[in-house]
């Protein structure tokens, strides 16, 4: 479980392709304080430590986790998110994220709103309805708060530390980040449901 508060930006360092697939991930956190089997989210996704040393720590990803995140598009450099998984007593500063991705959004604009950038996204149709304004959405692993909501469509807006202390600084439209709906939207629908 994580808070969607990214703590480093790490970079894709080498991928391996051969059964599930392997990525090193260049980071300057550090790795001696992570154990073997470690959590860490990367880019809002739960991945095991399944090596490490100082300066990089590895990670494998199933054909699953490809197919329904952006994990499949990374290439050498590709700039990551990084958070270690909560301990108890920690801070919880953004939402409970559990780094289970539900669906990859597209960025469709960004506009600037002050010193702010206000990002339009494109959710797939089926987790559009978990979306609400002034509710919280992860992505790329960043716990968000959403401004907007028309349709398929919402929007956040991106201070100018989160550009600075993650990858959005970097993002332009077209892109795609992994999207991680509020794990209590989703069960407040599943009850209404069975009503």
Not at 3 to 16: N, S
Not at 164 to 169: I, Y
Request: aromatic share 6%; with cysteine.
């Amino acid at each position: 479980m994580f808070t969607g508060i990214v703590t480093h930006i790490g970079r894709v360092a080498a991928i391996e392709r051969s059964g599930d697939s392997r990525f090193t991930i260049a980071t300057d956190m550090d790795m001696a304080a992570v154990p073997l089997g470690a959590s860490i989210a990367n880019n809002g996704v739960c991945l095991t430590v399944v090596a490490r040393e100082p300066g990089w720590f590895a990670v494998q990803a199933s054909d699953e986790t490809l197919a329904c995140t952006t994990l499949g598009g990374w290439r050498d450099g590709t700039p990551v998110n990084l958070e270690r998984s909560l301990r108890l007593g920690d801070e919880l500063g953004g939402h409970l994220v559990f780094g289970h991705v539900d669906g990859v959004a597209t960025v469709v604009s960004l506009t600037p709103a002050n010193e702010s950038l206000r990002f339009e996204f494109e959710a797939p149709k089926a987790l559009a309805r978990f979306i609400a304004v002034k509710g919280s959405v992860a992505l790329d692993g960043v716990s968000l708060t959403v401004n907007e909501v028309a349709g398929s469509r919402f929007s956040i807006n991106i201070i100018p530390h989160t550009q600075q202390c993650t990858t959005f600084g970097t993002m332009k439209p077209g892109q795609t980040v992994n999207l991680e709906v509020d794990m209590l939207a989703r069960y407040v629908a599943r009850l209404g449901e069975a009503l």
